[in-house]
């Protein structure tokens, strides 16, 4: 079962701010475990909507014809995270006069011979109308990395909107900032909870008519490209495929798949990472598993003989981990970062050996993600910090000087961070994106396919994304809409874009539905879409693409539809 825990709330104005490598080509020692010879569509959650049916009934005494006017808008769960069913019924009869004003009509009947006159008063309108409350970000059943999400939307009556709440994972509601009034913008900072979270805004009218929508954000990534492999946590189970030389898939041995095979241990999962040749998971109760290389300690362990079945890593409760390529990060749920395996860089952010220990420092911690041999948080407050290799400028302090302990980096404002082998990316708390370092194969989408950058710049072509992803000298953006855009070096149709050539500005992926979840491996990519599937493209030389054959000449240059058990 998930662990249960509060969900913090930040009622804070948010305003969105730009955030923010060696060189472009893979060691020896990097490749020599990855190659040998070298939504479009909106999500699918309807929108709330009001109509109004107007029949009308006879007074069969006196002929008289009034209209009869029904509106209301039911907002149904389902019990299965995810699905959300808007239900636009008619359940209230509300009779009014054909005017506005009080008014008195004299009806006169006989009976026993009497006239009798009765007064009939009507009072005008009543008001049923619920709000209608409509969410910009995020879509529904997207997945991140981040614990700090930023909601925003827009509430509408056809009086006035008097009050909105904030209601997370059924917990007591939450009352936002807001101007009343019959249109009003909302926006909520707020924290999820590791694995699948409801998220609810309600707005009332000051007849108190209530108007709602839901939205499921699950905090974990349930795919993710290594090396030369790949993972995914989907139909009740854990899948690899890809290499397994040091036993990175997890299923017990050293040898190779070239289709989906079940991961040991695994089917309580709710999050993943993998790097070069090491992966990681987070269970739903909070726990870290580790299997794959270990030369290094990266898997928290001492320095040793390879783990080709998942294990349990001592740590305290975490939300997140991530996998770098010979070091890894966890994120306990008490903000803080504990690291491990190499620190040939101050990668590790600390003194001392391989080990697992806490980074000095940092609290109130979101979101982490590691690098080749560098190292980066986001904190409540939205700054970022970063330690480890600077050689390329992916710290982002505007210099190429190493730095073995957490410095924070010339970012306003963040809620989630990606790192690739030597460039990092930064998403805004409204989807704005910057990126720092490395820029010899385009990564950082400034449109430019030329110098590093030592501080952060703007991609220019977002202002909406969610989150992303990053490795190699590749990365991914998911958009507000969800669909995927990819940019950087391509050489192994990697950006799914059906050719192989670099791309110095994010490029729309086409021939995908629409997009749940992103990972980006050494040379590969692999997504989950809406309806549970998984996708993959780019280098296929062990088989990471799951399609059944290996070799670089069976790349694939776009997406393909995984088959899964």
Same mark, same amino acid.
């Given at each position: ?233 989907? @139909? ?38 993998? @790097? ?113 290799? @600077? ?175």
């Amino acid at each position: 079962m998930i662990a249960r825990h509060s969900t913090s709330i930040l009622l804070t104005a948010v305003l969105s701010h730009a955030a923010c490598g060696d060189d472009g080509t893979t060691s020896a020692s990097d490749t020599a475990d990855t190659t040998t010879d070298d939504p479009t569509a909106a999500p699918t959650t309807a929108i709330p909507t009001t109509t109004s049916t107007t029949t009308e009934s006879t007074d069969s005494e006196t002929g008289t014809t009034e209209p009869i006017t029904s509106t209301t808008i039911d907002v149904t769960t389902s019990a299965t995270p995810g699905t959300t069913t808007l239900d636009t019924t008619s359940t209230t009869l509300d009779t009014t006069s054909t005017t506005s004003d009080t008014t008195t009509s004299d009806t006169t009947t006989s009976t026993t011979g009497e006239t009798t006159t009765l007064d009939t008063t009507t009072t005008g309108a009543v008001d049923d109308t619920p709000p209608v409350v409509l969410l910009a970000r995020p879509f529904d059943n997207v997945h991140l990395a981040s614990r700090r999400l930023v909601v925003t939307g827009q509430a509408s009556d056809d009086t006035e909107v008097v009050a909105v709440d904030l209601v997370v994972n059924g917990e007591a509601p939450v009352a936002l900032s807001i101007v009343p009034g019959p249109v009003l913008e909302f926006s909520a900072d707020l924290r999820l909870r590791r694995g699948w979270n409801t998220i609810e805004i309600v707005a009332r009218d000051a007849a108190d008519n209530s108007g709602s929508s839901v939205r499921h954000v699950h905090l974990g990534v349930p795919v993710a490209a290594g090396g030369a492999h790949s993972l995914a946590l989907v @139909n009740n189970g854990a899948w690899g495929f890809g290499r397994n030389n040091e036993g990175q898939l997890g299923v017990g041995d050293l040898v190779d798949r070239l289709v989906p095979t079940a991961a040991l241990g695994l089917d309580d999962a709710v999050s993943l990472s993998a @790097n070069l040749n090491h992966s990681l998971a987070v269970t739903e109760a909070g726990a870290v598993v580790v299997w794959g290389r270990n030369d290094e300690g990266q898997l928290g362990q001492a320095p040793g003989a390879d783990v080709s079945t998942p294990a349990l890593l001592d740590l305290p409760e975490v939300v997140l981990v991530a996998a770098g390529q010979r070091h890894s990060l966890a994120l306990t749920e008490d903000g803080q970062v504990w690291s491990f395996g190499l620190n040939n860089a101050g990668q590790l952010g600390r003194d001392g050996d391989s080990l697992p220990a806490v980074v000095p420092g940092l609290e109130d911690i979101v979101a982490i993600a590691a690098g080749g041999t560098y190292s980066l948080a986001v904190d409540g407050t939205g700054a970022v910090w970063a330690w480890g290799n @600077n050689t390329d400028g992916q710290l982002g302090d505007g210099m190429t000087v190493d730095s073995p302990v957490p410095k924070a980096i010339s970012m306003a404002d963040a809620v989630a961070v990606a790192a690739g082998k030597a460039h990092t990316l930064a998403v805004a708390p409204l989807g704005s994106l910057a990126a720092c370092g490395l820029n010899v194969s385009g990564q950082l989408g400034d449109g430019l396919n030329a110098d590093n950058e030592l501080l952060p710049v703007a991609v220019p072509e977002f202002a909406d994304v969610l989150t992303v992803a990053a490795s190699g000298n590749l990365s991914l953006g998911l958009a507000g809409d969800a669909a995927l855009w990819a940019w950087g070096q391509n050489f192994s149709g990697q950006l799914g874009l059906g050719d192989t050539a670099d791309r110095p500005a994010p490029t729309l992926v086409p021939g995908l539905p629409p997009v749940r979840a992103i990972s980006a491996g050494l040379a590969h990519s692999v997504i989950l879409d809406e309806n549970g599937g998984v996708w993959a493209f780019g280098l296929n030389s062990f088989g990471q693409l799951g399609k059944g054959d290996s070799g670089n000449a069976t790349n694939s240059a776009v997406p393909l539809l995984v088959a899964l058990p």
